[in-house]
C-alpha cells in the first residue's frame, strides 16, 4: 500500500513555521504527528508553527521538551509537545504519560518519533525533515490513516 504523501521544501526558519501553521490550522483532534529529521533539522521549529496554527496563546513561547519530555499549551486542541530524545527504552514511555496521551482528543507531536516501536500508532502524520543547507529544508509528509490522507489532499489544495 502506497501512503499519500507531500514534499515541500522550505527556504527559511520562517517558511518551515509557516508551513507548522498551515498544517495545524487543518488538524482534527486526535491527530498524531510524528517528526523525523537529526539535531537542528527544524523539528522544533516547525511545531512552533503549528502551535500559532491550533490558536496557542502568543504569550506561551514553545521550545524544544528535551528535558522535560513534554510540553502542554492550550489551544484550540490542546497540544501536546513530546520529545524522545533523552528516552532510553520503552519502558519509559509509560512512565512519562505518552500512552495516556496517545489516547485523549488534543494534537499531540512527538520530536524523535523514529525511537516508537513499530506499530504502536495506527494513524498519524509521519513528517521527515531533511536539511539540504543552513536554511533549506525538504519536509515529506506521509500519512497513515485516512484522516491524515484528508489532511494531505487539503493541504496540497493550498500549495497548488
Known amino acids: 500500500m502506497i501512503n499519500k ?4 521544501i522550505t527556504k527559511s526558519l520562517d517558511e518551515t513555521q509557516s508551513l507548522g ?3 495545524g490550522k487543518h488538524l482534527e483532534p486526535g ?6 529529521g537529526d539535531l537542528g533539522s527544524g523539528k522544533t521549529t516547525f511545531v512552533q508553527g503549528l502551535a500559532r496554527g491550533l490558536d496557542v496563546p ?5 521550545t524544544s521538551p528535551t528535558y522535560t ?21 520503552h519502558a519509559d514511555f509509560d ?14 507531536a512527538i520530536e524523535w518519533a523514529d525511537k516508537l516501536p513499530k506499530n504502536l500508532l495506527p494513524e498519524y502524520l509521519a513528517i521527515h525533515i531533511d536539511i539540504l543547507n543552513d536554511e533549506s ?7 497513515h490513516g485516512l484522516r491524515e490522507e484528508d489532511l494531505i489532499k487539503k493541504m496540497e489544495k493550498k500549495w497548488d
Not at 491527530?31 to 523525523?36: E, K, N, R
Open 5 to 8: 504523501q507531500i514534499q515541500i
Open 21 to 23: 501553521e498551515k498544517t
Open 95 to 108: 512512565d512519562i504519560g505518552l500512552y495516556e496521551i496517545l489516547r485523549n482528543d488534543g494534537i499531540v
Open 31 to 36: 491527530t498524531v504527528l510524528a517528526l523525523i
Open 137 to 143: 529544508r525538504k519536509i515529506i509528509m506521509v500519512a
Open 69 to 89: 519530555l513534554i510540553n502542554e499549551y492550550p489551544g484550540r486542541y490542546h497540544l501536546f509537545h513530546v520529545d524522545l530524545y533523552r528516552i532510553e527504552n
Open 58 to 62: 502568543d504569550d506561551y513561547y514553545i
